[in-house]
């Protein structure tokens, strides 16, 4: 293991993403024999604010993290760090990860649950489970009629990784699905493809909405008060994708004023805690016709075995001198242990 004897890996999570020692059980089944012998040891944390990363924590090597790690900063010997998510942003947002270390993720790797949540969103929102639910706890027996998702459109704004899993399980409720992508090449399970320039096109013609779409200087704010009122009024839209793509304003009012039939917010503005919060005096929550959750569509039990698995496979891959998986654009770093290998 040269001069990273032994290699301290970190693992910081915040809650939701599975614990800590989920992802310690994942590094010892793959390196038991570096484990036991003390070659390999392993820290966790459960976040990664200042206080909670110690110093003796800060020879670390690898980090594996579900939320920024602060005294980064000052890990002289640190290599590279996985975020456990599709999306880089918050990392690109602090501004402080080290030139020299790379940063990879794994794109489209929420693609299973979240694609499985925006189906059961548009299922609630056809046929009104929550109102049910409500009339229950009420011990009322109103017969509620709902809509059917056959022969329905259903536009995503952004057909990457998630987007598509989206659109391959529309697919089996017989839907219409288009949506945007950088380039109109033909995608499985979608019919018409648009560049994200044309989101327009989408928006008109879709009853179900669905923003799958990263946050850039472009996305942010793009449903708006002009964008909402371009959408059916019949349309849901539905947001489990950043809540800064939406300005929430103009929100509230296309649903108090039934410019739209509805909405799920998933995600949401305020960052503390993280991922995203929404505070109980938010007016948000008082709105017709939404469905709001706590930012969970990508939370499920396969979660750590899906972003833990690539953890250990780069792991590996950095043991055997060889490049990481899934590094980020921009963040390549600069790796000395393959400049070493190809001299």
């Given at each position: 293991?040269?001069?990273?004897?032994?290699?301290?890996?970190?693992?910081?999570?915040?809650?939701?993403?599975?614990?800590?020692?989920?992802?310690?059980?994942?590094i010892k089944e793959r390196f038991p024999e570096e484990v036991r012998t003390g070659k390999i040891k392993i820290r966790l944390i459960q976040d990664g604010s200042a206080s909670s990363t110690?110093?003796?924590?800060?020879?670390?090597?690898?980090?594996?993290?579900?939320?920024?790690?602060?005294?980064?900063?000052?890990?002289?010997?640190?290599?590279?760090?996985?975020?456990?998510?599709?999306?880089?942003?918050?990392?690109?947002?602090?501004?402080?990860?080290?030139?020299?270390?790379?940063?990879?993720?794994?794109?489209?790797?929420s693609g299973i649950p979240i694609s499985e949540f925006v189906i059961g969103l548009m299922l609630n929102l056809a046929k009104k489970y929550n109102q049910l639910w409500d009339q229950q706890k009420e011990r009322k027996f109103i017969r509620v009629r709902g809509e059917e998702l056959y022969k329905k459109t259903v536009g995503i704004i952004g057909l990457g990784g998630i987007g598509r899993q989206?659109?391959?399980?529309?697919?089996?409720?017989?839907?219409?699905?288009?949506?945007?992508?950088?380039n109109t090449a033909d995608i499985p399970h979608v019919d018409e493809v648009y560049l994200s320039n044309e989101s327009d096109q989408v928006i008109r013609q879709s009853d179900y909405l669905i923003l799958a779409c990263?946050?850039?200087?472009?996305?942010?704010?793009?449903?708006?008060?002009?964008?909402?009122?371009?959408?059916?009024?019949?349309?849901?839209?539905?947001?489990?994708?950043?809540?800064?793509?939406?300005?929430?304003?103009?929100?509230?009012?296309?649903?108090?004023?039934?410019?739209?039939a509805g909405a799920a917010n998933d995600t949401h503005w305020i960052k503390k805690p993280l991922p995203s919060y929404l505070p109980a005096e938010d007016e948000l929550w008082a709105c017709k016709n939404i469905l709001i959750t706590p930012?969970?569509?990508?939370?499920?039990?396969?979660?750590?075995?899906?972003?833990g698995g690539v953890f250990v496979d780069n792991i590996e891959?950095?043991?055997?001198?060889?490049?990481?998986?899934?590094?980020?654009?921009?963040f390549e770093g600069d790796p000395q242990w393959l400049k070493n290998v190809n001299a």
């Open positions: 293991m040269d001069s990273f004897d032994p290699l301290n890996i970190l693992v910081a999570l915040q809650p939701g993403l599975g614990s800590p020692v989920e992802y310690e059980e994942l110690p110093d003796e924590y800060l020879d670390t090597h690898i980090i594996g993290a579900g939320v920024v790690v602060e005294r980064v900063p000052e890990m002289k010997n640190l290599q590279w760090v996985m975020t456990f998510s599709a999306g880089i942003d918050h990392w690109e947002k602090w501004g402080k990860l080290p030139g020299h270390v790379a940063l990879t993720n794994l794109p489209g790797g989206i659109a391959k399980r529309a697919k089996a409720f017989d839907m219409k699905v288009i949506g945007t992508d950088i990263p946050e850039t200087e472009e996305t942010r704010g793009m449903i708006n008060e002009r964008s909402l009122r371009l959408m059916k009024n019949t349309a849901y839209l539905i947001n489990c994708a950043r809540g800064s793509l939406i300005i929430k304003e103009d929100l509230i009012k296309a649903l108090n004023e039934e410019w739209i930012h969970i569509s990508s939370w499920s039990d396969q979660y750590a075995p899906r972003f891959r950095f043991l055997n001198k060889e490049p990481l998986l899934n590094v980020a654009p921009g």
